[in-house]
């Protein structure tokens, strides 16, 4: 049997492996989501012409070329005002955490997020009275009190309990093991 793919194989898994980084996470809610108003490009080309014929004539060219490549979609304007709107969304959450938190002020890295976060106090929705539920919550008690017999996944209290085994109290001691006769 001709083992020279498998081998081929095992090399270049090692090969990925040594120069393989890892794939680290990233806000996604602080870059620019691939908005490009534009690009444009400056290239030169050389040319080289030999000819073939009696006189063997040799020729060059050399050109300068500028390139404009206008995107498709919303205009330039509109996308730059919508990263500026989801990046002033982000702060508004965050500046609560920001301003709360006066190490951060002391650190220089947090300089500039400090300065953006200075002066925005986040206002709370207070429309919800204290003893409130999730919508979810009300919904499942409402399906244990229709359907008493079910055992729900996740529930901490479900009911009375279906088993013969009693949880012991926690300083309850444990009888320690019978000792085998050998």
Same mark, same amino acid.
């Given at each position: 049997?001709?083992?020279?793919?498998?081998?081929?194989?095992?090399?270049?898994?090692?090969?990925?492996?040594?120069?393989?980084?890892?794939?680290?996470?990233?806000?996604?809610?602080?870059?620019?989501?691939?908005?490009?108003?534009?690009?444009?490009?400056?290239?030169?080309?050389?040319?080289?012409?030999?000819?073939?014929?009696?006189?063997?004539? *040799?020729?060059?060219?050399?050109?300068? @070329?500028?390139?404009?490549? #206008?995107? %498709?979609?919303? &205009?330039? $304007?509109?996308?730059?005002?919508?990263?500026?709107?989801?990046?002033?969304?982000?702060?508004?959450?965050?500046?609560?955490?920001?301003?709360?938190?006066?190490?951060?002020?002391?650190?220089?890295?947090?300089?500039?997020?400090?300065?953006?976060?200075?002066?925005? *106090?986040?206002?709370?929705?207070?429309? @919800?009275?204290?003893?409130? #539920?999730? %919508?979810?919550? &009300?919904? $499942?008690?409402?399906?244990?009190?229709?359907?008493?017999?079910?055992?729900?996944?996740?529930?901490?209290?479900?009911?009375?309990?279906?088993?013969?085994?009693?949880?012991?109290?926690?300083?309850?001691?444990?009888?320690?093991?019978?000792?085998?006769?050998?």
């Amino acid at each position: 049997m001709d083992y020279r793919f498998t081998a081929i194989l095992i090399l270049m898994l090692t090969m990925l492996a040594f120069f393989a980084e890892p794939a680290y996470p990233r806000n996604e809610y602080l870059n620019e989501y691939g908005v490009r108003c534009g690009e444009m490009e400056i290239s030169t080309e050389r040319r080289d012409t030999d000819y073939n014929y009696s006189d063997s004539n *040799t020729h060059e060219d050399q050109y300068v @070329r500028f390139t404009y490549r #206008k995107y %498709l979609g919303t &205009d330039c $304007k509109t996308s730059k005002e919508n990263v500026q709107i989801k990046q002033q969304l982000e702060l508004m959450k965050m500046c609560g955490r920001v301003n709360s938190n006066p190490s951060l002020a002391q650190n220089e890295n947090f300089r500039l997020l400090v300065m953006k976060c200075r002066g925005v *106090t986040p206002a709370r929705d207070n429309t @919800r009275p204290e003893n409130a #539920k999730s %919508l979810w919550d &009300d919904m $499942k008690d409402e399906y244990k009190k229709e359907n008493p017999e079910l055992t729900l996944m996740g529930d901490k209290i479900i009911g009375p309990s279906k088993s013969k085994l009693k949880v012991p109290p926690k300083d309850y001691i444990l009888p320690l093991p019978k000792p085998k006769n050998e």
